[in-house]
């Protein structure tokens, strides 16, 4: 095989361009460096509260034929636990790509605390600002509050001045995919993570006549084979909207070469994996890259760049 996935992302060097989901095997230090020895060309890591958090009750997650719902309610050791780790990382490998570090906060006044404390410290790395978690019973997503979306980037960025992207959850009309880059274009973010999951689904099994988890009456974020192309059209859309200085990262159905390859020809310059990764384990790295560069080989692509966002119209 002679196709290179390296991957420049915001000055750095990636080897490929997979990444884990935030929220999938990204708890404790142990997973973190499970996926820091694994084939991913970078790593993420949950998203973090101020405190740390139980989340939701058990059984939250639940795999189905086409994909995966969940209702996690943001369980995760709280914002030091991680702060230290991605701190740590970085003065242990001073020329290495550094976790990406994921924060939720519970309301504006503690994302500008979180954010504040990220500016503060010694990480130079990439801060992710999770705008889109279904699962928080009473709490709606800032990314479907356009005005909430604008006032936290204002609020933000008068201040942070590190490499910001944020994550956000899936739009179903022109008229928001427009609203929302119009927004974004403001500010002096550095990517789009285009999409979380599909929020507030519900699963249904027959034979039990029930919900299959627990919080929120069955209710869930929906992933998997269900969402990719909701996803696709999120990348697509933002990729076509937004300044070229931001990024779009594409998360969202990725459990093949074929996947992956859709998604960069859609416009996005990392991956993120999320149910396929929960089912398949850290191993699914190593086959998605070589998926991927069996159809690069076949197409004769030597590099991402010479198809990335090249999409055609008909
Ligand atoms: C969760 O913890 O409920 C999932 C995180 C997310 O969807 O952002």
Known sequence: MVAS???KFLN???????????????LTVEELNDLKDSQAGGFITKS??????????EPRYFATSLGSI???????KGFEYYLEYVTNYQEKHPNGNVPFFSVAGMSLKENIKLLSAIQASAFEGVTELNLSCPNVPGKPQVGYDFEM??????????????PLGVKLPPYFDFAHFDIMANILNKFPLAYVNCVNSIGNGLYVDVETQ??????????????????????LANVRAFYTRLNPS???IGTGGIKSGQDAFEHLLCGATMLQVGTAL????ISVFERLEMELKEIMDKKGYKSIDEFRGKLQSL
Do not use: W
């Open 48 to 57: 973090a509260t101020t405190l740390e958090r139980a989340g939701n009750p």
């Open 278 to 281: 929960y089912e398949e384990g």
């Open 5 to 7: 996935l390296e991957t």
């Open 12 to 26: 750095q060097c990636y080897e490929n361009p997979f990444m884990n989901a935030s929220g999938v095997h990204c």
């Open 246 to 248: 931001i990024k779009v």
């Open 70 to 76: 969940n209702s996690m309610g943001l369980p995760n």
């Open 149 to 162: 979306t604008e006032e936290t980037l204002n609020r933000v960025f008068q201040f942070f001045k590190k």
């Open 210 to 231: 029930s919900v299959v988890i627990k919080p929120k009456n069955g209710f869930g974020g929906i992933g998997g084979d269900y969402i990719k192309p909701t996803a």
